[in-house]
């Protein structure tokens, strides 16, 4: 199989990745901006962030305890749904946390990560379940996406149930992103071994890969892409929803919300 198949499959999943994530992380300042608008206070502000990405929140904490427990690793206090106890680090609001015992960075790594491959399954489960016409056999077919998921969605609001269905999309994608500190261990437990495989591959000590597992390698890693294009969609939506509702209240209160540099 040609590497520009897998260079192609590369570049579309860090695209949509990296749209994912910078719209996270727009929407993540502004919902905040916007409980500050409606609240005048910093306190209800965070209470009402809190409460909107509550089952994200619980998800990602959660996802981190369970393969801690899974993977024999002792874990302290753990902080959920409960707003008021909140701590502020680095001027950022903790909207939940637990406490994980020092480990090998192998299983710190997985304990990191597993927010992360919860949110993907959950967010390929709803997309299923919503009958977005989600699964592609490589990541060369991306630009499907673009063509299916504007009438998915317009057939998908027509049902109001569905409506809790997408918020529960956009809690669990604002929610699902390791932290800093979930990332620290990463080097040792993924990216050394990582490369070293790589070097071992490229010099020629390991088997070559067949043809039938490089097809599998490719069809989960356009799948991976289709969900993050997915959860990129929908936060797009909700930001414009949110620039607008910012733009009229600041009008109405004659304030604005000024966001600082991270």
């Known amino acids: 199989m040609s590497w520009e198949i897998w260079v192609n499959a590369l570049c579309w999943l860090y695209l949509m990745f990296a749209a994912y994530w910078l719209l996270q992380s727009w929407l993540s300042r ?14 209800p502000a965070s209470s009402f962030y809190f ?39 680095n001027n950022k609001v903790i909207l939940g946390y637990v406490e994980i015992y020092r480990t090998d960075p192998l299983r710190q790594s997985l304990i990191g990560i597993a927010p992360l491959l919860t949110g993907i399954a959950a967010l390929a489960f709803i997309a ?24 998915d969605l317009l057939k998908t609001v027509s049902q109001p149930i569905n409506l809790l269905w997408l918020y529960l999309v956009f809690t669990i994608s604002n929610g699902m992103l390791p932290s800093a500190a979930d990332r620290r261990p990463w080097l040792l437990g993924f990216v050394l071994p990582a490369a070293i495989l790589a070097a071992l591959g490229f010099m020629g000590f390991l088997p070559p890969i067949s043809l ?51």
């Open 30 to 43: 502004h919902i905040q901006g916007l409980g500050l608008l409606i609240f005048g206070k910093p306190g």
């Open 51 to 89: 409460w909107l990405l509550a089952p994200g929140v619980i998800l990602h904490e959660l996802s981190h305890w369970l393969l801690a427990k899974a993977l024999f690793v002792p874990t302290g206090n753990m902080a959920l749904f409960s707003p008021s106890k909140n701590r502020a680090q």
């Open 128 to 151: 299923n379940l919503l009958q977005f016409r989600y699964g592609f056999s490589d990541g060369t077919q991306i630009l499907h996406i673009f063509q299916n998921l504007p009438a």
């Open 212 to 262: 039938e597992y490089q097809q599998k390698v490719l069809g989960f890693l356009g799948n991976l892409t289709w969900v993050f294009a997915f959860a990129a969609v929908i936060n797009l939506l909700l930001a414009l929803v949110v620039l607008l509702l910012e733009y009229l209240l600041s009008r109405l209160r004659r304030r604005k919300v000024v966001y600082g540099r991270k």
